[in-house]
């Protein structure tokens, strides 16, 4: 990937991990869709794992995020190669994203608050929880305000989606700080917890979620921050 193109040469790291299995669903019979499917069931199943309050179970679970990012990042590419671009795979993968995180929070905070007998983690892991609905709900009402926007623009002032021209490169140390809040540490997240949840640490997710899920939302409302592709 070259910085011209408007791209992060190295992150998300997720993305290197897809490039390896993005040839085999290629040739599976699997549609861009399913692949979509598959990655909502490993979030889900994590969401699950995270619930139980056991360390294995969350490393379980862990393992189970990491395949849920891959393919999470892998169908966008299935649907372009196959031919099955649709708008109705766009909001699944969007609706799944939502799912899939909201879940985790909720399991985590069940899970910790099992393990510790304290209601705390489980408030903590619903407002975290809470935090991502927003965010899902925030970027819907967006998305339809910028195609508002977009089409009461005259022909020649339109880009098209998806171009270069629509994405550029952070600039200035404001700008680096919402890239990486808002979208390396996002499409990376798995590897956050698989690091925590090796040691048993993924309960300072719980206080983390809680706060940067509705610092995250916000800042779909800073003008620039929709403006980078990483």
């Known amino acids: 990937m070259s910085m011209a193109s408007g791209r992060l040469p190295t992150l998300p790291l997720v993305r290197h991990l897809a ?7 290629a040739r599976s019979p699997l549609s861009a869709n399913q692949v979509t499917f598959l990655s909502m069931a490993f ?22 995020l990491v395949f849920s990012y891959v393919l999470d990042s892998c169908d966008g590419e299935i649907a372009r190669l196959k031919n099955q671009c649709s708008e109705f795979g766009g909001h699944f993968d969007t609706f799944v994203d939502w799912i899939v995180h909201t ?11 099992r393990q510790s007998g304290e209601d705390l983690w489980l408030w903590l892991g619903l407002i975290a929880a809470g935090g991502c609905t927003i965010n899902y709900f925030a970027g819907i009402f967006l998305k339809a305000r910028d195609k508002t926007r977009a089409a009461d623009q005259p ?20 700008e680096w700080t919402v890239v990486v809040f808002r979208e390396l540490t996002r499409a990376d997240f ?20 809680a706060i940067g899920a509705q610092i995250y939302w916000a800042t779909q409302f800073i003008g620039f921050a929709r403006e980078f592709y990483t």
């Open 43 to 64: 979030g889900l199943g994590c969401a699950a794992a995270m619930a139980r309050g056991e360390w294995a179970w969350t490393l379980g679970g862990a393992v189970m």
């Open 155 to 174: 022909p020649a002032g339109k880009k098209a989606s998806g171009s270069a021209e629509s994405h550029r490169n952070p600039e200035t140390p404001l």
């Open 19 to 25: 490039s390896w299995a993005t040839p085999w669903l």
């Open 190 to 209: 798995w590897l956050v917890v698989l690091a925590l949840s090796i040691f048993d640490f993924t309960w300072v997710l719980l206080p983390a979620g």
């Open 103 to 113: 879940a985790f929070f909720a399991g985590l905070g069940v899970g910790v608050s």
